[in-house]
């Protein structure tokens, strides 16, 4: 059993270890689902035929691939239902805390609903233009090599939308876990879409599915890359108390319509995510401003 004592610790551990390798440094912040005419018993046979195929003991390879696609074709059309912006583009200046910027409304009546799922264990958030995803690799392992089962929210993917949750080093969630995911958390996200007036976005959605399987799997730890800027994007809605550590890699100039137009604009987006009274640990930076921006809000 690892105490939150231990697992604060040990994540501070990681962060520190982050700062030595990458000259880091070390900041102190005074800081209803549509099936497409698929039916639900053919939804839940779904569901049945992945949970079962291991514990049947099948050797048949193309069932269980069958039943794979099958399960990730449901998860699509779930998901299908929601505004895709990495597909479509995102607004201008989105990704600004400004009248424009994203509301985390949405992922706040969602996570209400799924009864708050981000909080239930300590969180390295990170976000950054470059460096993220091996930033979030190198923590993750520190975390593993200690014993500690860390959920990891990542974006994008490469191959399939279920790499970007995993909990285990064998990576992606499973097509059959992805599938209980949706089915245990499709009513909190319609509540939440009732109260809204509208629906969140497929980002959201997401996000928020994969801190209920965090939960549900109960993870020592958590380790989110934030997918756009940081102060409006989905994952930045952990509180101070919850956030062992907020980590900022090399920023530059990147989706500068989302983000304000400068580089300046980017940083102070990205900078978003920092708590007060937290661990900030903030990449070397290249342009000056980039670091002045990032100062002013440690």
Known sequence: MVTSVVRQR???????????????????????????NVSCAS???????????????TSCESNEATAVAQADTFTSRFLAQYINHEQRGVPKNAGTASDE????QPMFLMLKHLDNPHVTAPVVHIAGTKGKGST??????VLRAANMRVGVYT????????????????GAIAASEMLALIQRSEGAVARAEEELGHKPSHFEVLTALAFAHFAHAKV??????AGLGGVTDATNVFPASSLAASVITTID???LDALGGSIRSVAQAKAGIMKSGCANITGQQVKEEVGEVLTSHA
């Open 220 to 225: 020592d730890a958590m380790v989110v890359e």
């Open 101 to 104: 910027g994203f509301s985390l």
């Open 136 to 141: 979030s690799a190198f923590i993750t392992n």
């Open 43 to 57: 939804w839940q046979h779904a569901v049945r035929t992945l949970s079962g195929l291991s514990s049947e003991g």
């Open 155 to 170: 974006s994008p993917h490469i191959m399939n939308i279920r790499e970007r949750i995993s909990t285990s080093h064998d």
């Open 10 to 36: 040990l994540l501070q551990r990681a962060c520190t270890t982050l700062g030595d390798w990458q000259g880091f440094h070390m900041h102190r912040a005074t800081c209803s689902i549509e099936r497409d």
């Open 253 to 255: 100039e990147e989706h």
